[in-house]
């Protein structure tokens, strides 16, 4: 296989978490996804559980601006904030896991994190948003907030928290190997298209 | 076929124009790329072929600007810039074939012009610098300007383009169903992830 780590990057409700879980188990290996890299940093370093949970893919950055915090040269920070210390605890278990097995990762700015790894398949899942927001009820159910706030905050989120550490616009083609609208091409499609490139 | 038109965006030297042709010929239907849609136009219109040619995806806005052509609307403006009724006959020619023939058309905004259609396919064909400045070398041979200054010329060339009759960034996978990183992923592999789409 010429690529034995995938990356998922996904909007929500565009079904990546599903997909990406689906591509693990066709090409055997495994599949990290929020809660097992949560659990690798909760088991590895002192943060609690609770507080991985709460802060996972926020970006605490009231400009919005980027700061090189110089972690692909494996230097440590211990005078930085919780948060950014959070973001590099994920990063390195992201590194961590790359290295030790073939492995599909969502979230978690993983494609940047590994962008230097020639044995990595970067991939982005969106779709339409009427798509997204029936999914999104089938799988999670009505709350008080209405779909169209859920889908924008969760969204603005996920973009802030990118462009935060990486200094990148999320959603920028260039920045992935592949791009799918799974609503369009269809959940299972995606799967196949994924598998059959990381086999070749 | 679900998808009887696939309009083909591309970076210079990503292979989209032959991924293009190779689909329309898997696939059995028509292909317009930037020579048969010029010389449609100049048929059809009073527009010279030399003119046609000479101001191909070329944008005329100093400040970069948007301004709302209302041609999906279909009103005629004969008090517009050559520059933007050349824009408006490739519009009229892109959705006339649309509705003509199953068919690939590569470039001209349109993936912008038929948005509308649910029977068109929309893609996106990139790669990397190494990659695309090897293909480019290849195919047009060398010239005086540096590759590297080629490549950020035609690349902003078409961005300007775009931004300035779509109001849209170029690149955003969001706009597209489907984006592929041909040197990554390979010609013919592009080819047929997007017939196989196609077809479904």
């Known amino acids: 296989m010429s690529k034995r780590i995938i990356t998922i ?69 211990t005078s930085l904030s919780l948060y950014d210390q959070l973001y590099i605890a994920q990063h390195n278990a992201i590194r961590e896991v790359a290295e030790k097995e073939p492995c599909v990762i969502v979230g978690r700015c993983a494609d940047y994190v590994l962008e230097d790894r020639d044995d990595a398949l970067h991939v982005l899942i969106y779709a339409d948003n009427d798509y997204r927001a029936s999914r999104i009820l089938g799988e999670y159910g009505k709350r008080d907030l209405k779909i169209e706030k859920r889908m924008k905050d969760k969204d603005n989120k996920r973009m802030n928290y990118y462009k935060h550490y990486t200094n990148r616009e999320w959603g920028d083609a260039l920045n992935y190997h592949l791009c799918l609208n799974s609503g369009v091409i269809g959940i299972d499609e995606c799967v196949d298209i994924i598998v059959d490139i990381a086999k070749k």
Chains 1, 2 share one sequence.
């Open 9 to 77: 990057s996904r909007q929500f409700g565009s079904g990546g978490h599903s997909i990406g879980e689906k591509v693990a188990e066709k090409l055997g290996i495994a599949f990290y996804d929020s809660e097992k890299l949560t659990q690798k940093i909760a088991d590895e370093t002192d943060f609690d559980i609770s507080f991985i949970r709460e802060n996972d893919e926020k970006a605490y950055s009231g400009m919005g601006m980027f700061f090189d915090l110089g972690i692909h040269g494996g230097t440590s920070f």
